[in-house]
């Protein structure tokens, strides 16, 4: 089966400090890769894509990166947190059935 | 460019209740259609789906029709349970190449009261 492992699972961050949060995906090669963020009480952001090690496509400006160092791992990263950066932010990879997702990750940068 | 719209939410039904969750979509070609469940505090689940028109996906006791010339694809439930609430997202996979990028609603939440 394909799994989807997003970790940490909660994340309590002070502004200004950095961030690094991992998915890594199981049962699958070369998978086309998704962050998406949802805000509160919102919908969904498409943040980053990969469709390959090295290949990142960004879909908005923002205080974030991705990287792909791994066939099967999508980093987001930041090297300078911001209030607004506060949200439940998911892994997906895409496959013919759509998307599978991770469970989450939760931050909250205070 | 792609675009769903669903609802505006929140919809708050009794136990037993019919359920009908709009979404409508704009696409170029024939795109895929699909629901997504969200429960509290997690990631989203793949509820149905449906790849042409005419096709009915189903899943759970919850159905969707692809009508593509009223580009629909209406979420329905006959009878919903307290279990069923959730926030519910349309979204679809365009007909192009898109490297599988999926067009999400805004979503709409669902509380279901016994």
């Known amino acids: ?15 200004g400090s950095p961030l690094s949060l991992e998915c890594t995906v199981e049962g699958t090669s070369n998978p086309n890769l998704y962050w998406y963020r949802q805000a509160a009480g ?14 990142i496509s960004s879909e908005v400006p923002q205080n974030l990166s991705a990287s792909r160092p791994q066939d099967r791992q999508f980093i987001l990263s930041s090297k300078k947190l911001l209030l607004s950066d506060s949200g439940f932010y998911l892994c997906a990879r895409g496959g013919r059935d759509g998307y599978t997702f991770g469970s989450g990750t939760r931050l909250t940068v205070v | 460019g792609d675009s769903v719209t669903q609802m505006e939410g929140p919809v708050t039904l009794s136990e037993e209740a019919f359920l009908t969750i709009n979404c409508t979509y704009t696409a170029t070609g024939y795109p895929s259609l699909f629901w997504y469940v969200q429960y509290p505090g997690e990631g989203l689940q793949l509820l149905l789906k449906a790849t042409k028109a005419d096709d009915k996906g189903s899943n759970k006791g919850f159905e969707a029709t692809y009508r593509k010339e009223t580009t629909s694809f209406h979420l329905e439930k006959g009878s919903v349970q307290v279990s069923d609430s959730a926030v519910y997202f349309c979204a679809l996979r365009g007909g192009g190449t898109s490297y599988g990028k999926l067009t999400f609603g805004q979503g709409t939440i669902l509380t279901v009261h016994p």
């Open chain 1, 42 to 55: 919102r919908g969904l952001q498409l943040l980053f894509y990969s469709v390959g090690i090295g290949q």
């Open chain 1, 1 to 15: 089966s394909q799994t989807i492992h997003q970790w940490p699972a909660t994340l309590v961050q002070p502004v």
